[in-house]
């Protein structure tokens, strides 16, 4: 019987997760599908019940359904119920179970994408959203040294600030005005604002300059579309390393993956699926 999987938003168009997923399954000769539902706010609690079938393994969850589904599972695992959001579910003889796979996908793409150990180092998060709460958390379980979180508002930065000092790491908020100064002393930078992504309201902006970014650090930029956002070329230009979000786009779905498949994701071939898609959409 073929497996089903899938991925649930609304809006969820846009997705590329087929690609590289479907990759996945077809270079492991998995006999299944992923595919893409668009599931209204109403109807996410009959969906989520469907999944229960014999031929579901199991979904990710995008936004505005990533806290949605939680009272309809049976099980929440402690990273998603810290996180507060889900974002992969999977199936086990009917039983469903949520996790999320966004903090071990950032860490996974910042160590084998980008060569770098966050254990002791200095971050600067640019944003206080979603995308940064889990970012945080993956932070203070990865021992990172000191935290910096910049934000439009100062209530959102110092709740975060106090997430990550509960969670075992030093930090501090600052205003997205300051970032400047506290970017001369980060070991690490990561964007988990919107600012940068095609077709949003601030698509030709970066938060830093390359005269403010040491040549030192690692940026990692969680926008993946496009590809190379303004703050990646600025980063290049300081003579800094570079990570792109497509490889957390990727990493936190081959997590996924092998928890529906009970197999090793193949990372390379979805990397370069994802990639060649995105590449392709800007053509």
Known sequence: MPQRLGIIGHPIGHSISPVFQQAALDHL??????????????????????????DVLGINVTVPHK???????????????????????????????????????FLR?????????????RVLILGAGGAARGVVLALARARAGLLVIANRTAE?????????????????????????????????????????????????GSLLTANQIPSTCLVNDLVYNPLQTNLLREASNAGAAILGGIQMLVYQGAASFEMWTGQGAPVQVMLEAATAEMASRTH
């Open 29 to 54: 000769g998995i006999d299944g599908t992923y595919q893409l539902w668009d599931v209204a706010p109403d109807a996410v609690e009959a969906f989520v019940q469907g999944l229960r079938e014999r």
């Open 67 to 105: 806290e949605a589904v939680v009272p309809f599972l049976d099980e929440v695992d402690e990273w998603a119920a810290t996180a507060g959001a889900v974002n992969t579910i999977v199936n086990r003889q009917g039983r469903l179970t949520g996790h999320n796979t966004d903090g071990v996908g």
């Open 109 to 121: 793409s910042l160590q084998d994408g980008g060569g770098f150990d966050p254990e002791g180092k």
């Open 156 to 204: 959102r930065a110092d709740r975060l600030a106090a997430l990550a000092e509960e969670n075992g790491v030093s930090a501090s908020a600052i205003l997205l005005l300051e970032v400047a100064r506290a970017a001369k002393s980060a070991d690490l930078i990561v964007n988990c604002t919107s600012v940068g992504m095609s077709h949003g309201p601030d698509e030709a």
